[in-house]
């Protein structure tokens, strides 16, 4: 079965960093654009960045432009979140997303914690 397994969440001061993974199985990972998503109990759901399967193409919300990076390696399954200069209103749990034969999957989330 398909499973998304985030990890690399925590705390951190602003203007720090962190790197977030997710663990893909389950499908064919190198033929599905993927995506990151994150929920904040204020904003809700809110759609973060989006790669192509073969990840030569990426686009960024505007909330997190410049300063996070996605990227993937197709060889581990693997999807990856850089995120730089980090916020407190970054402060969210982010899943992974992939849609798999037109089904909606994600993972269970990793928290990120962004204060002094």
């Known amino acids: 079965q398909v499973q998304l397994v985030e990890s690399g969440g925590g705390l951190v001061q602003p203007g720090g960093s962190l790197r977030l993974s997710c663990a893909a199985s389950?499908?064919?990972?190198?033929?599905?654009?993927m995506h990151w998503l994150r929920r904040t109990p204020g904003k809700g759901l809110e759609w973060v960045s989006v790669i192509t399967a073969d990840g030569l193409s990426t686009r960024y919300s505007n909330s997190v432009s410049g300063r996070f990076t996605i990227s993937r390696d197709n060889a581990k399954n693997t999807l990856y979140l850089q995120m730089n200069n980090l916020k407190p209103e970054d402060t969210a749990v982010y899943y992974c997303?992939?849609?798999?034969?037109?089904?909606?999957?994600w993972g269970q989330g990793t928290q990120v914690t962004v204060s002094s």
């Open positions: 997303h992939a849609n798999v034969n037109y089904s909606p999957y």
């Open positions: 389950g499908f064919t990972f190198s033929s599905s654009a």
